[in-house]
């Protein structure tokens, strides 16, 4: 057979539909559709308190849901349809109560770590409040595809930014202080004594106040060149009791200036179009034995390990958020939160550091330990 006709013959065969593979499909493409469509609902069930109104009490109907939260009954009832069959509330099995109007509804401990609990490192709010902001950018991502220019994280809005912090806060709070730090050898004990920190790209400043509030005796220092997010920074650290352990400085992550004896760069290096300036500023400021935390999204340099429902949601995040501003201005590295750790190995070596090692993998996060 002639290469000719094994290619007809091959190229036939692929547009022949396998009927059970595109049923699958189907069903897949459906599934997305409907979740996609949950998003922004789960938003709006956290805005107007219908969550927290079913947390701890006992199974409402839509009716007593709406009189509990003074909403109206017929928009809640289709709101519990749409949370119930997302798995995200539970439907009170009741074969007396089988309709929309009669049905009870609840939510279970661990639905309520998810969508009540702020404290829990389980609480994923704030990905539902970021993930229906970013595609507000849509017309402008589809301009950014044709030119290859980017979208400054300053041209998106609030809810990119607070769901940012409040999708990252819970991981901060659960593994920042008791896990991440510890993982870089005798940082804690010199971070317990007093030294000097730079918590860089430190946004509405969760990370920064957490720090403070673990290690008082160390001198904060947390620099974003957004302004908006150190005024919310400034804000929290008010509310927190701890605006006199910590410095908010509207700054570019290049123009850090020392001596640190501490930097961390807790997911932010990929969103910024000069990762490595911003390393080798970190580099110059840093002092002899000082130490660099880099805490990135997990991501491999094999692009198949990605094809997982996480790996599929942060390279989607990535698209809409990370790359366009890592391409946004010069030198529009763009690097996206799935860079894989050799590239960002290589780069922290091209910036001067003679350790550059990851610490500590999590099933989420890599978290990379560098030293002068």
């Given at each position: 057979m002639s290469s000719t006709e094994r290619t007809t013959h091959s190229n036939t065969e692929r547009t022949q539909i396998d009927e059970i593979a595109a049923q699958l499909l189907q069903e897949r493409i459906i599934a997305d559709a409907g979740g996609a469509m949950a998003i922004p609902l789960v938003l709006l069930g956290d805005r107007l308190g219908l969550f927290d109104a079913l947390a701890g009490s006992e199974p409402a109907t839509a009716s007593e849901l709406a009189e509990r939260t003074g909403l109206a009954e017929r928009y809640v009832r289709e709101w519990l349809l749409v949370m119930a069959a997302s798995e995200y509330i539970t439907y009170q099995d009741d074969a007396e109560r089988t309709s929309a109007t009669t049905a009870r509804y609840y939510l279970t401990p661990e639905q309520a770590a998810f969508f009540t609990d702020t404290d829990s490192a389980y609480y994923m709010i704030g990905a539902f409040q970021t993930f229906s902001s970013a595609p507000r950018t849509f017309d402008r991502l589809v301009e950014?595809?044709?030119?290859?220019?980017?979208?400054?994280?300053?041209?998106?809005?609030?809810?990119?930014?607070?769901?940012?912090?409040?999708?990252?806060?819970?991981?901060?709070?659960a593994h920042l202080v008791s896990s991440w730090i510890p993982a870089l050898n005798g940082l804690q004990e010199r971070l317990v004594a007093?030294?000097?920190?730079?918590?860089?790209?430190?946004?509405?400043?969760?990370?920064?106040?957490?720090?403070?509030?673990?290690?008082?005796?160390?001198?904060?220092?947390?620099?974003?060149?957004?302004?908006?997010?150190i005024e919310l920074a400034r804000s929290r650290a008010a509310d927190a009791g701890v605006s006199d352990l910590i410095d908010f400085q509207e700054a570019g992550a290049t123009e850090l200036s020392g001596p640190y004896d501490f930097v961390t760069f807790l997911d932010c290096l990929h969103d910024m179009p000069d990762p490595l300036g911003a390393l080798r500023a970190a580099r110059a400021a840093l002092t002899r034995d000082g130490h660099v935390m880099l805490v990135e999204p997990k991501s491999s340099d094999v692009i198949t390990d990605g094809f997982h429902p996480l790996g599929r949601m942060m390279v989607a995040a990535s698209v809409f958020v990370c790359l366009p501003s890592g391409l946004s201005a010069a030198p529009a590295t763009g690097l996206g939160n799935q860079a894989g750790p050799t590239r960002t190995l290589l780069l922290a070596h091209e910036a001067g550091f003679g350790t550059a090692q990851i610490a500590l993998s999590t099933p989420f996060n890599l978290v990379y330990e560098l030293r002068p």
């Amino acid at each position: 057979m002639s290469s000719t006709e094994r290619t007809t013959h091959s190229n036939t065969e692929r547009t022949q539909i396998d009927e059970i593979a595109a049923q699958l499909l189907q069903e897949r493409i459906i599934a997305d559709a409907g979740g996609a469509m949950a998003i922004p609902l789960v938003l709006l069930g956290d805005r107007l308190g219908l969550f927290d109104a079913l947390a701890g009490s006992e199974p409402a109907t839509a009716s007593e849901l709406a009189e509990r939260t003074g909403l109206a009954e017929r928009y809640v009832r289709e709101w519990l349809l749409v949370m119930a069959a997302s798995e995200y509330i539970t439907y009170q099995d009741d074969a007396e109560r089988t309709s929309a109007t009669t049905a009870r509804y609840y939510l279970t401990p661990e639905q309520a770590a998810f969508f009540t609990d702020t404290d829990s490192a389980y609480y994923m709010i704030g990905a539902f409040q970021t993930f229906s902001s970013a595609p507000r950018t849509f017309d402008r991502l589809v301009e950014a595809f044709r030119t290859g220019e980017g979208i400054g994280w300053h041209e998106h809005d609030d809810d990119t930014y607070i769901g940012n912090e409040r999708f990252f806060r819970p991981a901060y709070k659960a593994h920042l202080v008791s896990s991440w730090i510890p993982a870089l050898n005798g940082l804690q004990e010199r971070l317990v004594a007093g030294v000097r920190a730079a918590d860089v790209g430190c946004g509405l400043g969760a990370s920064t106040i957490i720090m403070a509030q673990t290690y008082p005796a160390t001198e904060w220092i947390g620099i974003d060149s957004h302004p908006r997010s150190i005024e919310l920074a400034r804000s929290r650290a008010a509310d927190a009791g701890v605006s006199d352990l910590i410095d908010f400085q509207e700054a570019g992550a290049t123009e850090l200036s020392g001596p640190y004896d501490f930097v961390t760069f807790l997911d932010c290096l990929h969103d910024m179009p000069d990762p490595l300036g911003a390393l080798r500023a970190a580099r110059a400021a840093l002092t002899r034995d000082g130490h660099v935390m880099l805490v990135e999204p997990k991501s491999s340099d094999v692009i198949t390990d990605g094809f997982h429902p996480l790996g599929r949601m942060m390279v989607a995040a990535s698209v809409f958020v990370c790359l366009p501003s890592g391409l946004s201005a010069a030198p529009a590295t763009g690097l996206g939160n799935q860079a894989g750790p050799t590239r960002t190995l290589l780069l922290a070596h091209e910036a001067g550091f003679g350790t550059a090692q990851i610490a500590l993998s999590t099933p989420f996060n890599l978290v990379y330990e560098l030293r002068p």
